[in-house]
């Protein structure tokens, strides 16, 4: 079942559905954030309505350029996500949505704005701090599995998280930097409008800030599928494991407060790094 | 109503300025973001930056220094847009109608769409304000 | 008709040779231009014939009854006191040490010992050299005929009474003669000499502006590759009183019996000086006072791609000790350290260099690793890096002719000023870290090696691994994004590129594209072949993919995504000026947002600089401990050959 049909039309629904299940969980997120808050909260399709009106909104810009990476963004995080639904190699995955957060840089970058170079500037400092973590975790599997490829990830029928528990750990740690929820919500955060306005997205209005909002619906999706990948069989503990995953990151964002950079920087290496690289040398020494 | 009109009405974004205002008003537009007025319920996100915007909130009066921010700002709004004046100054000038630097209402400078009277404008009168922009926003579509 | 073998061999030797004396004693510019056009034309052509002949042995006849080992001992010792005589005038006391080191023992072995220094065949050509001499023959050509551009603009700037280009171009010339010497050579000591021979170069070209900063870092850059000669000679005379043949093919199909890692240690210890490895790193820093051409030459494909050649050559040998774990940490710790000090810089070139420093370390953590993969990840990333770099060095070096600065801050939106510049540097960039570029093929197959090795060393390989990708991510993405900076679309600048910027910069991205589209076919060309004499191969490849047992790099996949992801966008996405509208700057900004009203309504400019991390990295907070582990590194790597 890994013709090139099957593979597209795997493609054609991921491609539809994952934004769909993005949304929903944007939607849950903001209704639950809300009534933790004690208030009532906007309805759960509201990402849908927010990225609707946006679409429809007049097409204003500062340069080309600066659009241009909006699209490569989304571009490369779908590809990312295909990557993965196609059981692909998981280290060039975590290239592939490397090059999707160097393209967000790249963007805020491109125009004379000071906030759009402050979101861009912290944006990197937040991929510094989970890039090394996620490509560990890679690692991580392929110590455990034998092998980089999502398919053969897949075929263990143990779950990785029983011999993985603190990479799992150390993944949803940066899970927080990736969902940008608070304390690490640095780069583009709403609630920072005060200093950063609004950091990466300052300049990008109407459509093109549909486009990133929607590359954030696939990039949830995404995360949260590698955090399932950690108890793939049966199919709904990995379902469960991630909806977890994002009910703790809900409760940590409700309960912190945004840090400066070097605390991100200086709390997730030390965290992850120390977390992943005991696992490993566990593993090493175990087995 | 059409799909594209609902998700405009359902998702207001609104950019607060404060043209010089006594603070009170403003005072008033923070209250509704609280858990007793939540304007989130209705997709309403205070988001501070025109050009995310579609509700350019302003609250004090239009003088002659502000003008040129305020238009500023207005301009760099993606349509379709609307503003509000909160308050009796931004509607008239209110207590400092007949200032030398002031210049009137906040029309004096970009049209306004809705007008919210009360010194200071209470936050059920605003959130009547944003129901009635709204209200104009599905008209217009 | 083939050419014979002695010509495949003696035209990449001999031929910068002549072409140096030639570009020394024809002043007229013209003359000179034709003479390197020709010259680099004839290089390239040779090295594609050397490709096409493949692997083949050669042993030059001696001529006129005059044996080649004697001319190379005469010329050996003429190289040695041309040190001591430079070491004396620039008053080096660490250089005269160095120089002495080499001399005195080499003569007491030479002359009294009488040592078997011969060898057969005194020339073997594998596949790992074939890459080497397209890369020192097409990249180094390449850039000689940039500086026939650069050169007439660098003196016309410093208002030179006379032209000192012959000098240049003599010494930029005979390096890649020196090049091809190393890469070829099969006798220890006749590579030892080419070996000098690029030091010498080297230290001319550093020299060659003659400034006080000149004088100083070419005084260093003698110094520290004097060290490294010092122990090529100490491993020659080891070799040799063990009873061994100064063959190099000898050496490693011999290798790993346990009395011969010694030398084979201060053979990488020569390596890693050349590859300007931490705490060697100084001399490559220092080597950017010279003329662009010059770092071009030195950072892609030549002199420090000596110091990796010798190490990947040596690597069968030492595959299974100790030492080759510690070489494998030195490259780690070297790829980390250097990627955080180019955060901290400003300076167009010490970024470049410091990112040299950092992707050889890379190479040699691979081929430290020691497995098939790794070695093949290790010549993967050396073809590449070789042009990216050489490209990135003649963009700088243009934009620096522009604009009168190497700062990185003063490019700031260069992509509208100079887009052709910028854009293939941009491309340039982008190359050494985003898939589907050759690079990062490259660095797939380095941390799937890394992975696969599966031992307690490469658990600490892996974390400078990782550590030092994400930091290389950074200090790229940063200067990137000052060449993107922007504000509203204007009207197109015409861009006056000199034709011979444009040549070099156009072949070499056309190269970059091209090559990291072929890198299957690249890897069973010339990487597989190149590894495969000593190693079982890992690696599958098609023309579409790089395939491994445990993973998979469908290259034309993630070119695909690139080209819709950003080509695409970039031909189709259009803004019209009734769209455009200036950045947001608290609605205070005046024309077109490149101003903003400040205090007192006085205009302001909208400033935006880079982020240095001066109070956390800067080089003297780091450089100490940086080399105090450096040395350490290094004395760890003769200890352990010692145990
Ligand atoms: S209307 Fe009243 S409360 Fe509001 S700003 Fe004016 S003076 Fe202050």
């Not at chain 3, 122990?231 to 290798?255: E, P, Q, T």
């Amino acid at each position: 079942m890994t013709g090139p049909v099957f593979l597209f039309v795997l493609a054609v629904l991921t491609v539809v559905l994952a934004p769909l299940v993005g949304g929903l969980l944007f939607g849950l997120d903001r209704k639950l954030t809300a009534r933790l808050q004690g208030r009532v909260g906007p309805p759960l399709v509201q990402p849908f309505y927010d990225v609707l009106k946006l679409w429809h909104k007049e097409k204003i810009a500062v340069n080309r350029l600066h659009l241009v990476w909006a699209w490569a963004y989304l571009v490369l995080v779908i590809a990312s996500l295909l990557l993965l639904v196609w059981q692909q190699d998981l280290l060039l995955l975590v290239f592939t949505l490397g090059f999707a957060a160097i393209a967000l840089v790249m963007g805020s970058f491109s125009v004379r704005s000071p906030y759009s170079h402050f979101g861009g500037q912290r944006e990197l400092m937040q991929l510094l701090a989970y890039e090394p973590v996620l490509l560990l975790t890679a690692v991580a599997v392929y110590f455990r599995t034998g092998t980089f490829l999502v398919s053969g990830i897949l075929q263990q029928d143990r779950p990785l998280l029983f011999s993985l528990p603190l990479v799992f750990a150390a993944l949803v740690i940066i899970l927080t930097i990736k969902m940008r929820k608070s304390p690490f919500d640095l780069a583009a955060c709403e609630h920072a409008h005060q200093e950063l306005v609004r950091g990466i997205y300052t300049e990008y209005s109407g459509p093109y800030l549909a486009l990133i909002q929607v590359a954030h619906w696939y990039e949830l999706v995404l995360v949260l599928a590698l955090i399932g990948l950690f108890w793939a069989h049966p199919w709904w503990a990995g379902v469960l494991l991630a909806v977890a995953a994002f009910f703790a990151e809900l409760v940590v964002d409700n309960s912190t407060a945004r840090v400066t950079w070097p605390v991100m920087l200086r709390l997730v290496w030390a965290s992850c790094l120390t977390l992943v690289l005991a696992n490993l040398a566990a593993l090493y020494l175990i087995v | 109503m059409g799909l594209v009109t609902t998700a405009r009405v359902k998702s207001p974004w609104i950019m607060h300025f404060d043209c010089g205002s006594c603070n009170g008003c403003d005072i008033e537009i923070l209250a509704c973001l609280t858990p007793l007025y939540d304007v989130e319920r209705f997709g309403i996100i205070n988001i501070g930056n025109p050009k995310h915007a579609d509700v350019l909130v302003v609250t004090g009066a239009a003088n002659r220094r502000n003008a040129r921010v305020l238009r500023n700002l207005y301009e760099q709004m993606p349509e379709p847009k609307l503003v509000m004046a909160v308050g009796t100054c931004a509607c008239s000038g209110g207590v400092f109608h007949q200032c030398p630097n002031i210049l009137g209402g906040v029309d004096k400078v970009i049209p306004v769409n809705v007008y919210v009277p009360g010194c200071a404008a209470r936050p059920e009168a605003i959130i009547d304000g944003v129901v009635l922009a709204l209200q104009k926003l599905a008209g217009a579509a | 008709m083939a050419p014979g073998l002695g010509w495949l061999v003696g035209v990449p030797v001999l031929w910068p040779v002549l072409i140096a004396l030639l570009c020394l004693l024809l002043r007229p510019y013209v003359a000179r231009a034709a003479v390197v056009l020709v010259g680099g034309g004839v290089l390239i052509a040779f090295s594609l014939l050397v490709y096409l002949q493949g692997p083949f042995t050669f042993t030059p006849p001696a001529v006129a009854g005059m044996e080649w080992h004697v001319l190379l001992t005469v010329l050996d010792f003429a190289l040695l006191l041309w040190f001591l005589h430079a070491a004396l005038v620039q008053r080096s006391l660490l250089a005269i040490v160095f120089t002495l080191a080499q001399l005195v023992p080499l003569a007491y072995w030479e002359f009294a010992l009488h040592p078997q220094v011969t060898v057969e065949p005194a020339f073997v050509v594998d596949y790992l050299s074939i890459v080497m001499v397209l890369v020192i023959g097409i990249i180094g050509s390449l850039i000689w005929f940039y500086a026939l551009s650069y050169m007439p603009r660098h003196e016309e700037h410093l208002h030179l009474a006379q032209s000192r280009q012959p000098r240049f171009f003599f010494y930029l010339v005979l390096l890649l003669a020196g090049m091809n010497g190393i890469v070829m050579s099969n006798n220890l000591l006749w590579l030892y000499f080419f070996w000098e021979v690029t030091t010498l170069c080297c230290y001319q070209l550093i020299l060659h502006d003659l400034t006080a900063e000149a004088r100083q870092n070419a005084t260093r850059a003698l110094w520290m590759n004097l060290l490294g000669g010092t122990a090529f000679v100490a491993a020659m005379i080891y070799l040799s009183s063990a009873g061994r043949s100064l063959a190099v093919a000898d050496l490693v199909a011999k290798g790993g019996a346990l009395p011969l890692v010694l030398p084979l240690a201060l053979l990488c210890l020569a390596g890693l000086t050349k590859a300007a490895q931490v705490p060697f790193q100084g001399w490559l820093l220092g080597a950017m006072v010279a003329p662009t051409p010059v770092s071009a030459l030195l950072h892609s494909s030549t002199m420090v791609k000596a110091g990796v050649y010798l190490i990947l050559r040596l690597a069968p040998a030492y595959q299974g000790t100790v030492l080759s774990n510690v070489l494998a940490l030195t490259g780690g710790f070297a790829f980390l350290v250097t990627a955080i000090l180019a955060l901290s810089q400003n300076h167009s070139k010490r970024v470049l260099a410091y990112s040299t420093v950092s992707n050889l370390g890379l190479i040699i953590l691979c081929a430290g690793l020691n497995t098939p993969l790794a070695m093949a990840a290790a010549v993967l990333l050396l073809i590449f890096h070789a042009i990216s770099k050489g490209l990135l060095f003649l963009c700088a070096g243009a934009a620096e002719q522009e604009l009168g600065t190497r700062e990185i801050e003063a490019m700031a939106g260069l992509a509208a000023r100079m887009p052709f510049t910028a854009t293939i540097a941009f491309i340039g960039m982008l190359s050494m870290l985003v898939p589907p570029f050759g690079m990062l093929a490259g660095k797939w197959a380095a941390m799937e090696a890394v992975a696969a090795a599966g031992s307690g060393w490469s658990l600490a390989a892996i974390g400078l691994l990782v550590a030092g990708s994400a930091v290389t991510v950074v200090f790229w993405a940063k200067w990137m994004g000052r060449l993107l900076s922007q504000g509203l679309p204007r009207e197109k600048v015409a861009e006056r590129v000199p034709f011979f910027f444009a040549l070099p910069l156009a072949v070499l991205v056309v190269f970059i594209l091209a090559l990291s589209a072929l890198v299957g076919p690249v890897s069973a060309g010339l990487v597989l072949p190149g590894v495969s004499a000593a190693y079982a191969p890992v690696l599958g490849v098609t023309a579409a993919a790089l395939i491994l047992p445990d993973g998979f790099f469908p290259v034309w996949v993630l070119g695909l995504i690139a080209l819709v992801g950003v080509i695409l966008p970039l031909a189709a996405v259009r803004v019209r000026p009734a769209e455009a509208r200036p950045v947001y700057a608290c609605g205070e900004h005046v024309a077109e947002g490149e101003r903003f009203l400040s205090l007192a309504d006085s205009e302001a400019r909208l400033e935006m600089g880079g982020f240095y991390w001066a109070e956390f990295l800067s080089e003297g907070k780091l450089n100490f401990w940086v080399n105090l582990l450096g040395v350490a590194l290094i004395l760890a790597l003769l200890g352990v050959s010692l145990a």
